[in-house]
């Protein structure tokens, strides 16, 4: 039976960077991706948004990845000319309590170690965004947006040319402890059953990690591993030359997204959005009706926007673990050890900031796999 030494289950953003990351080696590394080509979910339906990891609980994995990684990320781009701008971001906040959010925000991003922020008056707002109307913001000069396709091709065609297997249309449908390895069956695309040895797991599976665990025997349920599907809706400004926004513009966070927000692109084009809404199957389509709700929200601080200047986008899903009724959860980065699966390693609940955090994120994965060998 065929035997590689690193499979990695998955080629989003993550599964990609660690295959990278991993591809000085050595090693015989096989990415398997049971759609056709690489980023096909999460990784490219997003806002392309490099965060600074304000918003994170100091000592979490989503802080320490976040900051960690947008530091990486800038230093990437630069270095293989990868198109970004560093845009820099405002929070803003109209009412008392929005107010009161901002000071918890920025107290919090300060114990982070998150560098540069800086309150505004509603004076230096105008200075900075004309069309903007808020009494207070917090400036994040370390934000921006970058082209995620070049970057997901980067890592793809670099870990190809290291030799890195990728197999395409092809579905993990068995996981097996075997004599100190894994025995991992996939289904291929003409529905053909192939098995080979590993001693090495990576689940990357994004909105399918859950289920990749609990193919290797992992119970999703008692570990808190279940992924809960959280859907993003992206609405565009049909004319982006009728405002003048030079930053990304967001509101307070809510509990369980950072609320419906004003991207520029690199084309010159203004995003809406993500709003979120927890849903029980994975669905791209958009509601043309939440229009409104996109209007609503976003008058409070862009009120000459109608809503003939909206017009439907994309839409995404966020693979969470926090179900609609929980607070903050952490990424799951983990060696399975512990729980009866040596050399396998859980990546779960990788939503945002997941795609500024990939880089630091597959440090972490090849400082793990050291540690083991």
């Known amino acids: ?93 109209n009412e008392t309590g929005g107010i009161s959010k901002l000071e918890t925000i920025y107290k919090n991003a300060g114990e982070c170690g998150v560098e540069g922020l800086q309150f505004l008056a509603k004076s230096e707002i105008r200075k900075l965004e004309p069309d903007v109307r808020c009494e207070k913001a917090i400036f994040s000069p370390e934000t921006g947006i970058f082209d995620t396709h070049s970057f997901l091709e980067f890592l793809y065609k670099k870990s190809k040319e290291r030799k890195v297997n990728f197999a395409f249309s092809v579905e993990v449908i068995g996981i097996e402890r075997k004599g100190g390895e894994y025995k991992i069956t996939v289904s291929e695309p003409h529905k053909e059953k192939f098995s080979f040895m590993t001693e090495c797991v990576i689940n990357a599976a994004g909105l399918f990690s859950d289920k990749i665990a609990e193919l290797a025997g992992i119970d999703a349920d008692k570990y808190s591993y279940r992924i809960n599907y959280c859907k993003g809706q992206y609405f565009r400004i049909r004319d982006p030359k009728k405002f003048k ?64 200047d909206i017009i439907p986008d994309t839409a995404g899903i966020r693979p969470k673990l926090q179900s609609e009724k929980e607070s903050f959860r952490d990424f799951v980065i983990s060696e399975e050890s512990t729980k009866g699966f040596p050399n396998f390693i859980n990546l779960i609940g990788i939503e945002s900031p997941g795609l500024t955090s990939a880089l630091a994120i597959a440090e972490r994965v090849k400082q793990i796999w050291s540690n083991i060998r």
């Not at 990320?73 to 906040?93: M, R, S, W």
């Open 245 to 308: 926004v030079h930053h990304l513009i967001y509101p307070p966070p809510s509990e369980i997204d950072l609320g419906i927000h004003v991207t520029p692109d690199l084309a010159g084009g203004l995003r809406l959005g993500p709003d979120a809404e927890y849903v029980e199957a994975i669905d791209y389509n958009i509601n043309e009706k939440d229009k409104n709700k996109f209007l609503n929200s976003l008058q409070k601080f862009l009120p000459n926007l109608e809503l003939n």
């Open 1 to 93: 039976m065929e035997k590689v030494d690193i499979t990695v289950i998955g080629a989003g953003v993550i599964g990609l960077a660690v295959s990278y990351l991993f591809s000085d080696l050595g090693k015989e590394i096989m990415v398997i991706e049971k759609n056709r080509s690489f980023g096909q979910e999460t990784s490219s339906r997003n806002s392309e948004v490099i965060h600074a990891g304000i918003y994170y609980p100091k000592g979490s994995l989503k802080s320490e990845t976040c900051i960690r990684g947008g530091r990486l990320l800038y230093e990437f781009c630069e270095k293989n000319k990868i198109a970004y701008k560093k845009l820099g971001k405002l929070i803003v906040a």
